[in-house]
């Protein structure tokens, strides 16, 4: 470790420090465990700008915070899934035994599989779930292979269903909306001219806009045909259509991340330096 | 090396300096700028409005704290409404860092209703929640798409108990709450494609009224889904936040948040303008 490295830590150390106890302090007369809540407020506020120090360049504290959250991540999901799942949903159905050993209320299950003997249903998932573990054996890793088998086959069915109807159907039928509207005047045609409201006017150039927008999109990618002449100059606005998704799509991503800074920064500057109130 | 070089070859920190003083400055130095209401986030607004007291909603946080700046400022918003209105509460997260969310929300929204408030000229008085009565956190499961199937047959499903460990049997408030049916809408709050489970599996198999509250990321990819009619209001990021909490009449971090976004925007639209200047000038003279 280089010597300018050992400031750098024994600066970072006394800050954090001072950090800590003006932060207990100021907390003092609001709870009893303003100590912790201090250390955690002055915590998460280096790991803020531990990760936020990456935007100079990488640095090791940068991959100390990037560590700790991917194997505190992790942690957090094992357990979480153990006692939501297994402790939550499989242990109370199973047994009157290790529910009370879990401490968790036994539930005479109503909504059991009536196909199989009682409970008999609940130990499929579990025997799948030892197999999938069974990939950390070398040799018999390949049982993992059934239980994934599983879920593949089961999330491609459920996936079909799910595209089928809310991604294909319900979005085909959505572009099927009226061109022309019914002519009752100049004044109704061009009443509430503006882009959030619902006038004639509005409603028909939007259904326009889906309109052109599908087909022309749907043609830039139909590669069976050169794209030339109508059907070139179609691919053209398709494209162009595209870019425009892609812009807005673009634009919401800077918003979200500068929304993300600003919420960093009330941290920062609200419950961690109490500059502002 | 001219101007135009310069602006082409200028080091990208110097744009993350640039829009992080900005940011801070604008941070602190508070002022207000309007916040117009756009049709996608008012209709959920209104339909939260429409509901009567005893009325039940589910809320899903499906969001960890990465999402947190875009997020909560809509679930405080849309749930200390609710709670005003009197309206029934439930809570479930089917993102795994998704409880420590909404227990967060739950405690915060408690405080806040303790306190008498006036929204939109009137007067709620304060009022004390209780778990159980008021509001049920179901918690989180994994699989989020069995999970939402499951929740149509029977919350009792998924959840045999509540994220304290009461079985829902034993909770007052899900007395003859057997599944979507007794719900009057949900509005998911997700930063990932939970939304698209609750569309696909949820309103798509169990047809209720859904809304949906998600990061500003992925806030296009959705509009689709309300021109179809498969979701009834749409609030995109921070902006969608700031227009709930500005119809509500309950400004917090979302409309705070609003001016900082106005400026740092503008800096970064004409570091665009300047680099696509930068970049044609010094093809053209390439070119010459």
Same mark, same amino acid.
């Given at each position: 470790?280089?010597?300018?490295?050992?400031? /750098?830590?024994?600066?970072?150390?006394?800050?954090?420090?001072?950090?800590?106890?003006?932060?207990?302090? !100021?907390?003092?007369?609001?709870?009893?465990?303003? *100590?912790?809540?201090?250390?955690?407020?002055? /915590?998460?506020?280096?790991?803020?700008?531990?990760?936020?120090?990456?935007?100079?360049?990488?640095?090791?504290?940068?991959?100390?915070?990037?560590?700790?959250?991917?194997?505190?991540?992790?942690?957090? &999901?094992?357990?979480?899934?153990? &006692?939501?799942? *297994?402790?939550?949903?499989?242990?109370?159905?199973?047994?009157?035994?290790?529910?009370?050993?879990?401490?968790?209320?036994? *539930?005479?299950?109503?909504?059991?599989?009536?196909?199989?003997?009682?409970?008999?249903?609940?130990?499929?998932?579990?025997?799948?779930?030892?197999?999938?573990?069974?990939?950390?054996?070398?040799?018999?890793?390949?049982?993992?292979?059934?239980? $994934?088998?599983?879920?593949?086959?089961?999330?491609?069915? /459920?996936?079909?269903?799910? #595209? =089928?109807?809310? +991604?294909?159907?319900?979005?085909?039928? !959505?572009?099927?909306?009226? $061109?022309?509207? +019914?002519?009752?005047?100049? @004044?109704?045609?061009?009443?509430?001219?503006?882009?959030?409201?619902?006038?004639?006017?509005?409603?028909?150039?939007? %259904?326009?806009?889906?309109? *052109?927008?599908? =087909?022309?999109?749907?043609?830039?990618?139909?590669?069976?045909?050169?794209?030339?002449?109508?059907? @070139?100059?179609?691919?053209?606005?398709?494209? &162009?259509?595209?870019?425009?998704?892609?812009?807005?799509?673009?634009?919401?991503?800077?918003?979200?991340?500068?929304?993300?800074?600003?919420?960093?920064?009330?941290?920062?500057?609200?419950? &961690? $330096?109490?500059?502002?109130? | 090396?001219?101007?135009?070089?310069?602006?082409?070859? =200028?080091?990208?920190?110097?744009?993350?300096?640039?829009?992080?003083?900005?940011?801070?400055?604008? #941070?602190?130095?508070?002022?207000?700028?309007?916040? %117009?209401?756009?049709?996608?986030?008012?209709?959920?607004?209104?339909?939260?409005?429409?509901?009567?007291?005893?009325?039940?909603?589910?809320?899903a946080?499906d969001y960890?704290?990465?999402?947190?700046?875009?997020?909560?400022?809509?679930?405080?918003?849309?749930?200390?409404?609710?709670?005003?209105?009197?309206?029934?509460?439930?809570?479930?997260t089917l993102s795994?860092?998704g409880?420590?969310?909404?227990?967060?929300?739950?405690?915060?929204?408690? +405080?806040?209703?303790?306190?008498?408030?006036?929204?939109?000229?009137?007067?709620?008085?304060?009022?004390?929640?209780?778990? @159980?009565?008021?509001?049920?956190?179901?918690?989180?499961?994994? #699989?989020p798409a069995?999970v939402i199937? @499951?929740?149509?047959?029977?919350?009792?499903?998924?959840?045999?108990?509540?994220? #304290?460990?009461?079985?829902? +049997?034993?909770?007052?408030?899900?007395?003859?709450?057997?599944?979507?049916?007794?719900?009057?809408?949900?509005?998911d709050f997700a930063a990932g494609n939970v939304a698209d489970m609750w569309?696909?599996?949820?309103?798509?198999?169990?047809?209720?009224?859904?809304?949906?509250?998600m990061?500003?990321?992925?806030?296009?990819?959705?509009?689709?889904?309300?021109?179809?009619?498969?979701?009834?209001?749409?609030?995109?990021?921070?902006?969608?936040?700031?227009?709930?909490?500005?119809?509500?009449?309950?400004?917090?971090?979302?409309?705070?948040?609003?001016?900082?976004?106005?400026?740092?925007?503008?800096?970064?639209?004409?570091?665009?303008?300047?680099?696509?200047?930068?970049?044609?000038?010094?093809?053209?003279?390439?070119?010459?």
């Amino acid at each position: 470790m280089s010597r300018t490295m050992i400031i /750098l830590l024994a600066l970072v150390a006394i800050v954090f420090a001072v950090s800590w106890a003006a932060k207990s302090a !100021s907390l003092d007369d609001q709870y009893d465990d303003y *100590i912790s809540r201090g250390f955690l407020i002055t /915590l998460a506020a280096f790991l803020t700008l531990s990760i936020l120090s990456f935007l100079y360049k990488d640095n090791p504290f940068y991959k100390f915070a990037e560590h700790l959250f991917v194997g505190v991540s992790a942690a957090y &999901w094992m357990s979480l899934g153990f &006692w939501s799942t *297994i402790v939550g949903n499989l242990i109370p159905r199973l047994s009157v035994t290790l529910s009370a050993f879990f401490k968790v209320p036994h *539930i005479e299950d109503e909504y059991a599989l009536y196909i199989l003997p009682d409970k008999v249903s609940y130990f499929i998932p579990v025997v799948l779930g030892i197999l999938l573990l069974m990939r950390l054996s070398k040799k018999a890793g390949w049982i993992s292979s059934w239980p $994934l088998a599983f879920i593949v086959g089961t999330t491609a069915g /459920l996936n079909l269903v799910r #595209y =089928l109807r809310s +991604d294909f159907i319900e979005q085909v039928s !959505s572009t099927f909306v009226p $061109l022309l509207v +019914d002519w009752q005047g100049t @004044g109704r045609f061009f009443s509430d001219f503006n882009l959030y409201a619902y006038g004639q006017f509005v409603t028909m150039l939007g %259904n326009w806009v889906i309109f *052109i927008g599908v =087909l022309c999109g749907l043609v830039y990618f139909f590669f069976s045909k050169e794209h030339k002449g109508i059907f @070139g100059g179609a691919s053209r606005v398709g494209i &162009w259509v595209l870019m425009i998704t892609f812009g807005a799509s673009f634009g919401y991503t800077v918003m979200g991340r500068i929304s993300l800074l600003v919420g960093r920064l009330t941290f920062l500057f609200h419950d &961690w $330096l109490e500059l502002i109130g | 090396m001219n101007i135009f070089d310069r602006m082409m070859s =200028l080091d990208r920190r110097w744009v993350f300096l640039f829009v992080a003083l900005v940011c801070v400055i604008t #941070y602190l130095i508070p002022f207000s700028i309007k916040i %117009n209401i756009t049709p996608e986030v008012k209709s959920i607004y209104d339909h939260v409005e429409s509901l009567k007291a005893g009325d039940y909603i589910l809320l899903a946080i499906d969001y960890d704290p990465n999402a947190l700046a875009e997020l909560h400022p809509m679930t405080y918003a849309i749930a200390e409404q609710a709670f005003r209105k009197e309206l029934k509460v439930i809570f479930v997260t089917l993102s795994q860092n998704g409880p420590g969310m909404a227990d967060q929300a739950i405690r915060d929204i408690s +405080d806040s209703l303790r306190l008498e408030k006036t929204y939109n000229g009137i007067t709620y008085p304060a009022r004390q929640l209780i778990n @159980g009565k008021d509001y049920v956190f179901l918690g989180y499961k994994p #699989y989020p798409a069995l999970v939402i199937l @499951g929740m149509g047959q029977n919350f009792r499903l998924p959840f045999p108990s509540d994220y #304290y460990g009461t079985p829902l +049997d034993s909770i007052p408030m899900m007395k003859g709450v057997l599944n979507y049916d007794q719900i009057k809408c949900v509005i998911d709050f997700a930063a990932g494609n939970v939304a698209d489970m609750w569309i696909s599996y949820g309103q798509g198999r169990y047809n209720f009224p859904l809304a949906l509250g998600m990061t500003g990321v992925m806030g296009a990819d959705y509009y689709p889904y309300l021109n179809s009619g498969q979701v009834f209001g749409l609030m995109g990021g921070l902006l969608g936040a700031a227009q709930y909490e500005s119809l509500a009449d309950n400004p917090g971090p979302a409309i705070d948040g609003m001016r900082i976004q106005l400026y740092a925007h503008i800096v970064i639209i004409l570091f665009i303008l300047m680099g696509n200047i930068g970049f044609l000038v010094t093809r053209r003279k390439k070119q010459v």
